[in-house]
């Protein structure tokens, strides 16, 4: 029995998967012969296996980027983007939501290009709320369109990813207004939940909001959950959404002011924006004591 | 429980557009739905057992759960089960009889009623609340740490099998269709050997006003992946710094932090050996403590006055090992995850996974708003928990 044979049968059973899939990465690389039964095993199974498989996928898929080490979270390797397009969004199931997610958090935009026309079909045929995000960041011709018309629904018309599908696919208006919210945020959390949205609409106006504001002093100050947090943090992972493959974006590589310098440096040449205040005291995320005894 | 009370008494009102007045006879039907040894997810009872119409259940977008139902007078055929909001959840197929499980799929995330009704005269029998979530999945990489140099800083369980954590947490996160996936950071599931422990003395000191400080910098420079990490070590001591040496008789003391979580009128340990002693704070004024009474010692700069801390969140997380029993150990885990990653804070009650102490045994996440410990008001924590 193969290690994919394997994971298929112990998913049958019931388990779920856990970390890490290593039985796939002996070798260093993914070999695709290693992963063709997962394929075979999307089209046929019951939801349950499905879903388990989509999420080793999209575990091995993150863990074989060579920017995983340094704390990269992508999935660029074609077989596996291929089977979760293909295989994974084939039934409107738990596989699928799995596919949608996978998808829509760690393939880079650009390597979702090809799936464009797949992508738009998924979505017309089933639309859904994780559904709109993965097109917001796909963006392939004509889907704005379709977007329009299932916003003209009652069953989307409220829908906030639907909205930011919109802006994302050229509703300058509603971009607009997402764009005022984040400059208007006074507080660390009205700025990270804007961060978040305008990182999802990933277009050029939405990241320049994004970089201009990397030098917030504002914080999510959080003692009740044990944690202090620059907002930066949220901006730069806003940011990191639509760049993926850039470590100077990524959290684990801010380990002092110089690292907050690497972004900026990186936002001033990608998107061209400067700052005319100060950094701030560095600060990315910082923890409160535990009571004791833990009590 | 779900009772036709009027239906007993023959006569009853029925819903929707209808003649003002107009009623139907209706036949003796009682219908009660229960938590189901089947379920895939949370119910929550409210603590109000004899009461349905308050209980929630929980269910996972595009997945099923089941709610037991009991018929009395009648059979499945009798009754229909309807969803006030079928895009965020629909009842399928009852199974035939009396007495089942019915399956309740989830569909779009949001809140929603399920009613069971007479299916001749539409006629309300009992209803339950149904809540459709997206997944949360909680991941994190787990690193267990000693330094060789040390034998204080050993681990009691250096093979903790990070695999079984899950195993064990899953069964409550799902309460509130959450998920957990641990990573030992050790491919070959031991500890780390690390030169962080500088002072020799046995214990992971954290710098408090350098939010970790150097020690904890050894640690966390050889753990960069991406995402929440979590820290094991035996032990650990927060401190802050004397700034100035301070000398026998002196009443204030000055450390190297202006903005410390220190507290007027609680005592703390100032300085290591023969030296030590317990100094009671009487007021602050920035970096400057007066103190309650004299010291007994002298002081150097850069002598310690000990915090009492039982770990740090952030990220990473650390948790202290100490003199726990493994599945204790185990338990935290999905404690301290439930802050940083699920938004969760310590509760009072004992009945959560979430309550502030150690060795609780009833480990749910609830729907009903349970009182905080360290703020005031209550949480709910499944809608804690973004949809």
Same mark, same amino acid.
């Given at each position: 029995?193969?290690?994919?044979?394997?994971?298929?049968?112990?998913?049958?059973?019931?388990?779920?998967?856990?970390?890490?899939?290593?039985?796939?990465?002996?070798?260093?690389?993914?070999?695709?012969?290693?992963?063709?039964?997962?394929?075979?095993?999307?089209?046929?199974?019951?939801?349950?296996?499905?879903?388990?498989?989509?999420?080793?996928?999209?575990?091995?898929?993150?863990?074989?980027?060579?920017?995983?080490?340094?704390?990269?979270?992508?999935?660029?390797?074609?077989?596996?983007?291929?089977?979760?397009?293909?295989?994974?969004?084939?039934?409107?199931?738990?596989?699928?939501?799995?596919?949608?997610?996978?998808?829509?958090?760690?393939?880079?935009?650009?390597?979702?290009?090809?799936?464009?026309?797949?992508?738009?079909?998924?979505?017309?045929?089933?639309?859904?709320?994780?559904?709109?995000?993965?097109?917001?960041?796909?963006?392939?011709?004509?889907?704005?369109?379709?977007?329009?018309?299932?916003?003209?629904?009652?069953?989307?018309?409220?829908?906030?990813?639907?909205?930011?599908?919109?802006?994302?696919?050229?509703?300058?208006?509603?971009?607009?207004?997402?764009?005022?919210?984040?400059?208007?945020?006074?507080?660390?959390?009205?700025?990270?939940?804007?961060?978040?949205?305008?990182?999802?609409?990933?277009?050029?106006?939405?990241?320049?909001?994004?970089?201009?504001?990397?030098?917030?002093?504002?914080?999510?100050?959080?003692?009740?959950?044990?944690?202090?947090?620059?907002?930066?943090?949220?901006?730069?992972?806003?940011?990191?959404?639509?760049?993926?493959?850039?470590?100077?974006?990524?959290?684990?590589?801010?380990?002092?002011?110089?690292?907050?310098?690497?972004?900026?440096?990186?936002?001033?040449?990608?998107?061209?924006?400067?700052?005319?205040?100060?950094?701030?005291?560095?600060?990315?995320?910082?923890?409160?004591?535990?009571?004791?005894?833990?009590? | 429980?779900?009772?036709?009370?009027?239906?007993?008494?023959?006569?009853?009102?029925?819903?929707?557009?209808?003649?003002?007045?107009?009623?139907?006879?209706?036949?003796?039907?009682?219908?009660?739905?229960?938590?189901?040894?089947?379920?895939?997810?949370?119910?929550?009872?409210?603590?109000?057992?004899?009461?349905?119409?308050?209980?929630?259940?929980?269910?996972?977008?595009?997945?099923?759960?089941?709610?037991?139902?009991?018929?009395?007078?009648?059979?499945?055929?009798?009754?229909?089960?309807?969803?006030?909001?079928?895009?965020?959840?629909?009842?399928?197929?009852?199974?035939?009889?009396?007495?089942?499980?019915?399956?309740?799929?989830?569909?779009?995330?949001?809140?929603?009623?399920?009613?069971?009704?007479?299916?001749?005269?539409?006629?309300?029998?009992? @209803?339950?609340?149904?809540?459709?979530?997206?997944?949360?999945?909680?991941?994190?990489?787990?690193?267990?740490?000693?330094?060789?140099?040390?034998?204080?800083?050993?681990?009691?369980?250096?093979?903790?099998?990070?695999?079984?954590?899950?195993?064990?947490?899953?069964?409550?996160?799902?309460?509130?269709?959450?998920?957990?996936?641990?990573?030992?950071?050790?491919?070959?599931?031991?500890?780390?050997?690390?030169?962080?422990?500088?002072?020799?003395?046995?214990?992971?000191?954290?710098?408090?006003?350098?939010?970790?400080?150097?020690?904890?910098?050894?640690?966390?420079?050889?753990?960069?992946?991406?995402?929440?990490?979590?820290?094991?070590?035996?032990?650990?001591?927060?401190?802050?710094?004397?700034?100035?040496?301070?000398?026998?008789?002196?009443?204030?003391?000055?450390?190297? @932090? @202006?903005?410390?979580?220190?507290?007027?009128?609680? @005592?703390?340990?100032?300085?290591?050996?023969?030296?030590?002693?317990?100094?009671?704070?009487?007021?602050?004024?920035?970096?400057?403590?007066?103190?309650?009474?004299?010291?007994?010692?002298?002081?150097?700069?850069?002598?310690?006055?000990?915090?009492?801390?039982?770990?740090?969140?952030?990220?990473?997380?650390?948790?202290?090992?100490?003199?726990?029993?493994?599945?204790?150990?185990?338990?935290?885990?999905?404690?301290?995850?439930?802050?940083?990653?699920?938004?969760?804070?310590?509760?009072?009650?004992?009945?959560?996974?979430?309550?502030?102490?150690?060795?609780?045994?009833?480990?749910?996440?609830?729907?009903?708003?349970?009182?905080?410990?360290?703020?005031?008001?209550?949480?709910?924590?499944?809608?804690?928990?973004?949809?």
């Amino acid at each position: 029995m193969s290690p994919a044979e394997a994971a298929i049968a112990r998913f049958r059973s019931g388990e779920r998967y856990q970390p890490p899939p290593s039985a796939f990465l002996s070798s260093g690389h993914i070999r695709a012969e290693d992963l063709q039964p997962f394929g075979d095993a999307l089209r046929v199974e019951r939801p349950t296996v499905r879903e388990e498989i989509v999420r080793l996928l999209a575990d091995l898929g993150q863990r074989a980027d060579p920017l995983y080490a340094q704390g990269g979270q992508l999935i660029r390797e074609p077989y596996i983007l291929t089977l979760l397009v293909d295989e994974g969004l084939i039934k409107d199931d738990l596989g699928r939501q799995a596919s949608l997610s996978a998808l829509q958090e760690f393939a880079p935009a650009n390597l979702l290009k090809p799936y464009g026309r797949a992508l738009k079909r998924d979505l017309e045929e089933h639309p859904c709320a994780t559904a709109f995000l993965l097109i917001a960041k796909a963006k392939p011709a004509g889907a704005g369109a379709l977007v329009g018309e299932l916003r003209a629904t009652p069953r989307w018309s409220k829908e906030p990813n639907a909205r930011i599908a919109a802006a994302a696919l050229g509703d300058t208006a509603i971009e607009k207004g997402y764009v005022a919210v984040f400059d208007a945020a006074t507080s660390g959390e009205e700025k990270a939940r804007a961060a978040k949205v305008l990182g999802l609409i990933g277009t050029e106006t939405a990241l320049k909001a994004l970089a201009s504001a990397l030098r917030s002093d504002l914080t999510i100050d959080r003692p009740d959950l044990y944690f202090k947090r620059s907002v930066r943090v949220d901006i730069l992972e806003a940011l990191s959404y639509n760049f993926p493959g850039e470590p100077a974006l990524y959290e684990s590589q801010i380990n002092d002011d110089s690292g907050y310098e690497r972004a900026e440096r990186f936002c001033e040449t990608r998107l061209g924006v400067s700052w005319k205040q100060p950094r701030p005291p560095y600060l990315k995320i910082g923890g409160y004591p535990i009571p004791v005894p833990r009590d | 429980m779900g009772l036709i009370e009027d239906m007993m008494r023959s006569t009853c009102r029925l819903p929707g557009p209808t003649r003002p007045g107009a009623s139907v006879h209706c036949a003796l039907l009682r219908v009660t739905f229960s938590q189901s040894t089947a379920q895939t997810y949370g119910y929550d009872n409210m603590d109000t057992p004899g009461d349905v119409t308050d209980d929630h259940v929980s269910v996972k977008i595009k997945a099923t759960t089941y709610i037991h139902v009991k018929i009395d007078g009648g059979t499945s055929t009798d009754v229909e089960f309807v969803c006030d909001n079928t895009s965020v959840a629909q009842p399928g197929a009852a199974p035939a009889g009396a007495e089942f499980d019915l399956p309740v799929n989830g569909q779009d995330p949001g809140a929603t009623v399920l009613h069971a009704r007479q299916k001749t005269s539409h006629t309300e029998c009992t @209803s339950i609340n149904i809540n459709t979530y997206k997944e949360k999945q909680v991941t994190a990489a787990v690193m267990k740490v000693y330094d060789s140099r040390t034998t204080g800083t050993n681990l009691r369980f250096p093979h903790l099998d990070v695999s079984s954590i899950p195993t064990l947490i899953n069964p409550k996160y799902k309460d509130a269709v959450a998920v957990l996936s641990l990573t030992d950071q050790s491919s070959g599931g031991g500890a780390f050997d690390i030169p962080y422990d500088n002072d020799r003395n046995g214990k992971l000191t954290w710098d408090i006003a350098a939010n970790g400080g150097s020690e904890y910098n050894a640690i966390t420079s050889q753990f960069t992946v991406a995402g929440q990490k979590v820290i094991i070590v035996r032990d650990m001591v927060s401190v802050y710094f004397l700034a100035a040496a301070a000398a026998k008789d002196a009443t204030s003391i000055t450390i190297n @932090s @202006s903005d410390s979580f220190l507290t007027v009128g609680q @005592s703390y340990p100032l300085g290591t050996g023969t030296t030590r002693e317990t100094v009671t704070i009487q007021s602050k004024s920035g970096s400057t403590l007066t103190l309650a009474g004299k010291l007994s010692n002298n002081h150097s700069n850069g002598e310690t006055l000990e915090f009492p801390a039982g770990g740090w969140g952030g990220n990473p997380i650390v948790i202290i090992e100490g003199t726990l029993a493994e599945d204790i150990l185990k338990w935290t885990f999905g404690h301290e995850l439930g802050h940083a990653v699920l938004g969760l804070a310590d509760v009072s009650a004992t009945e959560s996974i979430m309550n502030y102490s150690q060795g609780w045994t009833d480990h749910r996440l609830r729907y009903k708003p349970l009182p905080k410990k360290y703020k005031a008001g209550t949480e709910n924590q499944w809608e804690t928990i973004s949809r």
